[in-house]
Protein backbone atom coordinates (compact mmCIF):
# COMPACT_ATOMS: atom_id res chain seq x y z
CA UNK A 1 0.00 0.00 0.00
CA UNK A 2 1.52 3.16 -0.93
CA UNK A 3 1.50 6.21 1.51
CA UNK A 4 0.64 9.16 -0.89
CA UNK A 5 -1.84 10.12 -3.68
CA UNK A 6 0.46 10.53 -7.12
CA UNK A 7 -1.45 12.65 -9.53
CA UNK A 8 -0.06 13.84 -12.95
CA UNK A 9 -0.41 17.76 -13.62
CA UNK A 10 0.26 18.79 -17.32
CA UNK A 11 0.11 22.74 -18.06
CA UNK A 12 2.32 24.68 -19.75
CA UNK A 13 4.18 27.48 -17.90
CA UNK A 14 6.13 28.73 -20.93
CA UNK A 15 5.16 28.90 -24.52
CA UNK A 16 1.89 31.04 -26.20
CA UNK A 17 -0.11 29.97 -23.60
CA UNK A 18 1.79 30.78 -20.56
CA UNK A 19 -0.23 33.40 -18.75
CA UNK A 20 -3.37 31.42 -18.67
CA UNK A 21 -1.94 27.96 -18.07
CA UNK A 22 0.33 28.90 -15.15
CA UNK A 23 -3.24 30.31 -13.96
CA UNK A 24 -4.17 26.57 -13.98
CA UNK A 25 -1.33 25.40 -12.73
CA UNK A 26 -1.16 27.85 -9.80
CA UNK A 27 -4.86 26.77 -9.02
CA UNK A 28 -4.38 23.61 -9.06
CA UNK A 29 -1.31 23.81 -6.64
CA UNK A 30 -3.42 25.94 -3.94
CA UNK A 31 -6.11 23.36 -4.38
CA UNK A 32 -3.30 20.38 -3.31
CA UNK A 33 -1.77 22.23 -0.65
CA UNK A 34 -5.10 23.12 1.06
CA UNK A 35 -5.95 19.26 0.58
CA UNK A 36 -2.40 18.53 2.13
CA UNK A 37 -2.88 20.98 4.78
CA UNK A 38 -6.17 19.94 6.02
CA UNK A 39 -4.72 16.14 6.53
CA UNK A 40 -5.03 15.07 2.59
CA UNK A 41 -7.36 12.29 1.60
CA UNK A 42 -7.89 9.25 3.92
CA UNK A 43 -4.67 10.72 5.90
CA UNK A 44 -2.53 10.39 2.69
CA UNK A 45 -1.48 13.06 0.69
CA UNK A 46 -1.54 13.99 -2.63
CA UNK A 47 1.95 14.44 -4.88
CA UNK A 48 1.58 15.82 -8.03
CA UNK A 49 4.16 15.06 -10.56
CA UNK A 50 4.07 18.68 -13.30
CA UNK A 51 5.62 18.67 -16.12
CA UNK A 52 5.89 21.40 -18.72
CA UNK A 53 4.62 20.96 -22.28
CA UNK A 54 5.66 24.28 -23.35
CA UNK A 55 2.72 24.90 -25.59
CA UNK A 56 3.48 22.29 -27.90
CA UNK A 57 1.40 19.54 -29.03
CA UNK A 58 3.70 16.61 -29.21
CA UNK A 59 5.07 17.41 -26.14
CA UNK A 60 1.61 17.15 -24.36
CA UNK A 61 1.66 13.44 -26.10
CA UNK A 62 4.50 12.40 -25.03
CA UNK A 63 4.50 13.91 -21.41
CA UNK A 64 0.81 12.40 -20.96
CA UNK A 65 2.36 8.89 -22.24
CA UNK A 66 5.41 9.72 -19.80
CA UNK A 67 2.97 9.96 -16.69
CA UNK A 68 0.46 7.15 -17.33
CA UNK A 69 3.89 4.67 -18.18
CA UNK A 70 7.24 5.67 -16.30
CA UNK A 71 5.53 8.51 -13.80
CA UNK A 72 3.14 6.11 -12.47
CA UNK A 73 0.06 8.30 -12.26
CA UNK A 74 -3.70 7.65 -13.92
CA UNK A 75 -4.99 10.69 -13.18
CA UNK A 76 -3.94 14.07 -15.36
CA UNK A 77 -5.00 17.31 -14.07
CA UNK A 78 -4.08 18.96 -17.52
CA UNK A 79 -4.74 20.98 -20.69
CA UNK A 80 -5.83 24.04 -21.70
CA UNK A 81 -6.37 24.23 -25.70
CA UNK A 82 -8.32 21.94 -27.75
CA UNK A 83 -5.25 20.95 -29.92
CA UNK A 84 -3.17 19.93 -26.70
CA UNK A 85 -6.27 18.06 -25.31
CA UNK A 86 -7.24 16.26 -28.41
CA UNK A 87 -3.15 15.48 -28.67
CA UNK A 88 -3.52 13.44 -24.98
CA UNK A 89 -7.04 12.22 -25.70
CA UNK A 90 -5.91 8.95 -27.64
CA UNK A 91 -2.71 8.44 -24.72
CA UNK A 92 -5.14 8.42 -21.95
CA UNK A 93 -7.81 6.55 -23.33
CA UNK A 94 -5.33 3.91 -24.53
CA UNK A 95 -3.80 3.81 -21.02
CA UNK A 96 -7.18 3.79 -19.40
CA UNK A 97 -5.98 7.62 -17.51
CA UNK A 98 -8.45 9.98 -16.39
CA UNK A 99 -8.34 13.33 -17.77
CA UNK A 100 -9.33 16.56 -15.76
CA UNK A 101 -9.80 19.13 -18.10
CA UNK A 102 -10.42 22.78 -16.76
CA UNK A 103 -10.57 24.54 -19.73
CA UNK A 104 -13.37 26.68 -21.94
CA UNK A 105 -13.90 24.73 -25.01
CA UNK A 106 -16.27 23.85 -28.24
CA UNK A 107 -18.37 20.85 -27.54
CA UNK A 108 -18.98 17.86 -29.47
CA UNK A 109 -17.00 15.68 -27.39
CA UNK A 110 -17.34 12.68 -25.02
CA UNK A 111 -14.99 10.16 -23.40
CA UNK A 112 -15.00 7.76 -20.81
CA UNK A 113 -11.35 9.02 -19.72
CA UNK A 114 -12.27 12.73 -19.21
CA UNK A 115 -13.76 14.83 -16.70
CA UNK A 116 -15.02 18.37 -18.47
CA UNK A 117 -14.92 21.08 -15.79
CA UNK A 118 -14.74 23.89 -18.10
CA UNK A 119 -17.76 25.73 -20.01
CA UNK A 120 -19.20 24.30 -23.27
CA UNK A 121 -20.50 26.95 -25.84
CA UNK A 122 -24.05 26.79 -24.42
CA UNK A 123 -22.84 28.69 -21.54
CA UNK A 124 -20.54 31.45 -22.69
CA UNK A 125 -21.38 32.12 -25.82
CA UNK A 126 -25.32 31.92 -26.16
CA UNK A 127 -25.11 35.10 -23.56
CA UNK A 128 -22.40 36.79 -25.16
CA UNK A 129 -24.56 36.92 -28.15
CA UNK A 130 -27.43 38.28 -27.27
CA UNK A 131 -25.78 40.66 -25.24
CA UNK A 132 -23.75 42.48 -27.52
CA UNK A 133 -26.57 42.71 -30.28
CA UNK A 134 -28.81 44.21 -27.28
CA UNK A 135 -26.34 46.96 -26.12
CA UNK A 136 -23.73 47.05 -28.95
CA UNK A 137 -25.42 46.38 -32.17
CA UNK A 138 -25.97 43.64 -35.22
CA UNK A 139 -22.98 44.03 -36.84
CA UNK A 140 -20.35 41.62 -35.66
CA UNK A 141 -16.76 41.00 -36.79
CA UNK A 142 -15.06 38.06 -36.40
CA UNK A 143 -11.29 37.36 -35.65
CA UNK A 144 -9.68 33.78 -34.44
CA UNK A 145 -6.84 31.86 -34.96
CA UNK A 146 -7.13 29.20 -37.21
CA UNK A 147 -8.04 25.86 -35.03
CA UNK A 148 -10.99 24.35 -33.83
CA UNK A 149 -12.28 25.82 -30.67
CA UNK A 150 -12.11 29.75 -32.59
CA UNK A 151 -13.59 27.68 -35.57
CA UNK A 152 -16.74 25.89 -33.87
CA UNK A 153 -17.04 28.94 -31.55
CA UNK A 154 -17.34 31.01 -34.39
CA UNK A 155 -19.93 28.34 -36.18
CA UNK A 156 -22.57 28.54 -33.06
CA UNK A 157 -21.72 32.23 -32.34
CA UNK A 158 -22.66 33.20 -36.12
CA UNK A 159 -25.69 30.67 -36.09
CA UNK A 160 -27.06 32.82 -32.87
CA UNK A 161 -26.25 36.49 -34.59
CA UNK A 162 -28.12 35.12 -38.04
CA UNK A 163 -31.05 33.68 -36.02
CA UNK A 164 -31.45 37.17 -33.92
CA UNK A 165 -31.36 39.32 -37.51
CA UNK A 166 -27.72 40.36 -37.05
CA UNK A 167 -24.92 40.33 -39.16
CA UNK A 168 -21.44 38.82 -39.36
CA UNK A 169 -19.16 41.54 -41.49
CA UNK A 170 -16.34 39.92 -41.76
CA UNK A 171 -14.48 36.21 -40.10
CA UNK A 172 -10.92 36.01 -40.11
CA UNK A 173 -8.56 33.45 -38.98
CA UNK A 174 -4.92 33.86 -37.91
CA UNK A 175 -1.83 32.33 -37.27
CA UNK A 176 -1.45 31.21 -33.81
CA UNK A 177 1.84 33.02 -34.08
CA UNK A 178 0.61 35.87 -35.96
CA UNK A 179 2.73 38.80 -36.23
CA UNK A 180 2.19 42.38 -35.91
CA UNK A 181 1.79 42.93 -39.43
CA UNK A 182 -0.80 40.50 -39.87
CA UNK A 183 -2.83 42.30 -36.73
CA UNK A 184 -2.20 45.24 -38.45
CA UNK A 185 -3.98 44.14 -41.43
CA UNK A 186 -6.80 42.98 -39.20
CA UNK A 187 -7.26 46.43 -37.49
CA UNK A 188 -7.22 48.27 -41.20
CA UNK A 189 -10.03 46.03 -41.83
CA UNK A 190 -12.16 46.39 -38.50
CA UNK A 191 -11.49 50.62 -39.34
CA UNK A 192 -12.72 50.28 -42.95
CA UNK A 193 -15.99 48.17 -41.95
CA UNK A 194 -16.87 50.01 -38.72
CA UNK A 195 -18.57 46.89 -37.19
CA UNK A 196 -20.79 47.56 -33.73
CA UNK A 197 -18.47 44.94 -31.80
CA UNK A 198 -15.22 42.57 -32.75
CA UNK A 199 -15.45 38.72 -31.39
CA UNK A 200 -12.44 37.65 -30.94
CA UNK A 201 -11.07 34.22 -30.10
CA UNK A 202 -7.59 35.00 -30.79
CA UNK A 203 -5.19 33.38 -27.80
CA UNK A 204 -1.79 34.01 -26.24
CA UNK A 205 0.53 36.87 -27.22
CA UNK A 206 -0.79 37.96 -30.20
CA UNK A 207 -4.04 38.45 -28.29
CA UNK A 208 -2.41 40.64 -26.11
CA UNK A 209 -1.01 42.49 -28.64
CA UNK A 210 -4.46 42.82 -30.63
CA UNK A 211 -5.49 44.36 -27.72
CA UNK A 212 -2.59 47.08 -27.20
CA UNK A 213 -3.09 47.73 -30.91
CA UNK A 214 -7.04 48.25 -30.76
CA UNK A 215 -6.17 50.91 -27.88
CA UNK A 216 -3.74 52.48 -29.91
CA UNK A 217 -5.79 52.83 -33.04
CA UNK A 218 -8.30 55.23 -31.05
CA UNK A 219 -11.18 53.10 -31.59
CA UNK A 220 -13.99 53.64 -28.86
CA UNK A 221 -14.08 50.42 -27.25
CA UNK A 222 -17.22 51.48 -24.79
CA UNK A 223 -19.25 51.89 -27.99
CA UNK A 224 -17.36 48.98 -29.90
CA UNK A 225 -15.57 46.64 -27.89
CA UNK A 226 -13.63 43.38 -28.28
CA UNK A 227 -15.67 40.35 -26.70
CA UNK A 228 -13.70 37.51 -25.89
CA UNK A 229 -14.34 33.49 -24.16
CA UNK A 230 -10.59 34.09 -22.64
CA UNK A 231 -9.72 37.42 -22.01
CA UNK A 232 -9.49 37.66 -18.19
CA UNK A 233 -7.88 39.32 -15.75
CA UNK A 234 -4.16 38.30 -15.65
CA UNK A 235 -3.97 38.70 -19.18
CA UNK A 236 -5.62 42.07 -18.53
CA UNK A 237 -2.94 42.83 -16.51
CA UNK A 238 -0.47 41.99 -18.49
CA UNK A 239 -1.97 44.20 -21.80
CA UNK A 240 -2.33 47.23 -19.39
CA UNK A 241 -5.87 47.89 -17.55
CA UNK A 242 -5.99 51.40 -18.74
CA UNK A 243 -5.99 49.82 -22.17
CA UNK A 244 -8.97 47.31 -22.39
CA UNK A 245 -11.83 49.32 -20.23
CA UNK A 246 -14.99 48.46 -21.87
CA UNK A 247 -13.85 44.86 -23.67
CA UNK A 248 -16.04 42.12 -22.77
CA UNK A 249 -15.94 38.77 -21.46
CA UNK A 250 -18.13 35.62 -21.33
CA UNK A 251 -16.88 33.51 -18.78
CA UNK A 252 -18.67 31.52 -15.76
CA UNK A 253 -16.06 33.42 -12.89
CA UNK A 254 -14.84 36.87 -12.60
CA UNK A 255 -12.58 37.44 -9.16
CA UNK A 256 -15.54 39.95 -8.37
CA UNK A 257 -18.06 37.22 -7.85
CA UNK A 258 -19.63 37.73 -4.95
CA UNK A 259 -19.92 35.17 -1.71
CA UNK A 260 -18.01 34.23 1.06
CA UNK A 261 -16.70 31.74 -0.59
CA UNK A 262 -15.06 33.40 -3.40
CA UNK A 263 -13.57 35.54 -1.21
CA UNK A 264 -11.88 32.64 0.54
CA UNK A 265 -10.62 31.62 -2.32
CA UNK A 266 -9.05 35.11 -3.62
CA UNK A 267 -7.60 35.76 -0.27
CA UNK A 268 -5.72 31.91 -0.26
CA UNK A 269 -4.93 33.07 -3.64
CA UNK A 270 -2.99 36.39 -2.98
CA UNK A 271 -1.93 34.80 -0.12
CA UNK A 272 0.00 32.22 -2.11
CA UNK A 273 1.16 33.89 -4.97
CA UNK A 274 1.52 37.46 -4.46
CA UNK A 275 -1.26 40.44 -3.63
CA UNK A 276 -0.41 41.52 -7.00
CA UNK A 277 -2.21 38.37 -8.81
CA UNK A 278 -5.66 38.01 -9.99
CA UNK A 279 -7.78 35.05 -9.96
CA UNK A 280 -9.57 33.97 -12.95
CA UNK A 281 -11.56 31.77 -15.14
CA UNK A 282 -8.69 29.90 -15.61
CA UNK A 283 -7.12 29.32 -12.21
CA UNK A 284 -10.82 29.08 -10.78
CA UNK A 285 -12.03 25.54 -12.59
CA UNK A 286 -8.39 24.09 -12.06
CA UNK A 287 -8.85 24.69 -8.36
CA UNK A 288 -12.71 22.93 -8.03
CA UNK A 289 -11.55 20.42 -10.14
CA UNK A 290 -8.86 19.34 -7.40
CA UNK A 291 -11.00 19.84 -4.92
CA UNK A 292 -13.88 17.67 -6.26
CA UNK A 293 -10.94 15.12 -7.93
CA UNK A 294 -10.55 14.80 -3.72
CA UNK A 295 -13.82 14.33 -2.35
CA UNK A 296 -14.60 11.57 -4.77
CA UNK A 297 -11.35 9.97 -3.52
CA UNK A 298 -12.27 10.29 -0.30
CA UNK A 299 -15.25 8.13 -1.45
CA UNK A 300 -13.64 5.87 -3.74
CA UNK A 301 -10.42 5.01 -1.76
CA UNK A 302 -8.28 4.23 -4.32
CA UNK A 303 -6.95 5.75 -7.71
CA UNK A 304 -8.67 3.19 -10.06
CA UNK A 305 -10.03 5.28 -13.15
CA UNK A 306 -13.46 3.51 -13.19
CA UNK A 307 -13.81 4.28 -9.55
CA UNK A 308 -13.15 8.00 -9.00
CA UNK A 309 -14.91 8.55 -12.45
CA UNK A 310 -17.99 7.14 -11.32
CA UNK A 311 -17.59 9.12 -7.61
CA UNK A 312 -16.85 12.71 -9.04
CA UNK A 313 -19.83 12.52 -11.35
CA UNK A 314 -22.13 12.77 -8.14
CA UNK A 315 -20.13 15.36 -6.23
CA UNK A 316 -22.30 18.83 -5.60
CA UNK A 317 -19.53 21.24 -4.73
CA UNK A 318 -19.86 24.91 -3.40
CA UNK A 319 -16.82 26.16 -5.65
CA UNK A 320 -16.34 30.11 -5.90
CA UNK A 321 -18.05 30.73 -8.65
CA UNK A 322 -21.09 28.88 -7.02
CA UNK A 323 -22.76 25.16 -6.72
CA UNK A 324 -21.39 22.95 -9.09
CA UNK A 325 -22.48 19.39 -10.04
CA UNK A 326 -22.31 17.32 -12.92
CA UNK A 327 -24.40 15.78 -15.68
CA UNK A 328 -23.23 12.21 -15.47
CA UNK A 329 -24.78 11.83 -18.93
CA UNK A 330 -22.45 14.28 -20.51
CA UNK A 331 -19.56 14.49 -18.12
CA UNK A 332 -19.93 18.26 -18.21
CA UNK A 333 -20.66 20.71 -15.02
CA UNK A 334 -23.50 22.70 -14.71
CA UNK A 335 -22.21 26.24 -14.60
CA UNK A 336 -22.69 30.42 -14.16
CA UNK A 337 -22.78 32.02 -16.97
CA UNK A 338 -21.61 35.79 -16.62
CA UNK A 339 -21.03 38.27 -19.30
CA UNK A 340 -18.33 41.15 -17.50
CA UNK A 341 -16.96 44.38 -18.57
CA UNK A 342 -13.60 45.39 -17.79
CA UNK A 343 -12.83 48.09 -15.72
CA UNK A 344 -9.53 50.79 -15.06
CA UNK A 345 -8.10 48.35 -12.31
CA UNK A 346 -8.31 45.37 -14.29
CA UNK A 347 -10.79 43.86 -13.02
CA UNK A 348 -14.40 43.10 -14.52
CA UNK A 349 -17.51 44.65 -13.37
CA UNK A 350 -20.27 41.54 -13.45
CA UNK A 351 -22.77 43.10 -16.36
CA UNK A 352 -25.55 40.04 -16.26
CA UNK A 353 -25.46 36.91 -14.48
CA UNK A 354 -27.72 33.98 -14.94
CA UNK A 355 -30.10 33.70 -12.17
CA UNK A 356 -28.63 30.17 -11.25
CA UNK A 357 -26.12 27.26 -12.78
CA UNK A 358 -27.06 26.25 -16.38
CA UNK A 359 -27.08 22.77 -17.67
CA UNK A 360 -24.03 21.68 -20.17
CA UNK A 361 -25.52 21.01 -23.89
CA UNK A 362 -22.07 19.87 -25.47
CA UNK A 363 -23.94 19.26 -28.61
CA UNK A 364 -26.00 21.52 -28.62
CA UNK A 365 -29.00 19.16 -28.75
CA UNK A 366 -30.93 20.65 -26.44
CA UNK A 367 -30.40 25.00 -26.76
CA UNK A 368 -32.05 26.88 -29.38
CA UNK A 369 -30.61 29.88 -31.15
CA UNK A 370 -34.23 31.33 -30.69
CA UNK A 371 -34.49 31.42 -26.85
CA UNK A 372 -34.41 34.78 -24.97
CA UNK A 373 -30.84 34.43 -22.15
CA UNK A 374 -30.61 38.22 -21.17
CA UNK A 375 -33.71 39.84 -19.53
CA UNK A 376 -34.84 42.76 -20.94
Not at 32 to 50: D, F, R, S, T
Not at 346 to 372: H, K, V
Request: proline share 5%.
Amino acid sequence: MTNEWRVGVLFSRSGITQITETEHFFGTALAVEEINEAGGVLGKPIVPVAHDPGGDNTAYRNLARRLLTDDDVNIIFGCSMSASRKAVLPIVERHNGLLLYPSMYEGFEYSENVVYTGATLNQNTFALAEYLLRHHGPRLYFVGVDYIYPRESNRVMRDIVESKGGEVVSERYIPLHADNDTLKSVLSDIVRLKPDAIFSTIIGRPAQQFYRMYAEAGIDRLRHPIASLTMAETEIREIGAGLCTGHILSATYFQTVEGATNERFVKAYKRRFGGEVTTSVWSQPAYAQVHLFARALARAGSLETHRISEEILVENYAAPEGRLSFDADTRHLWLHPRIGVARADGLFDIAWQAPGPIRPDPYLTASRFEDAWLEA
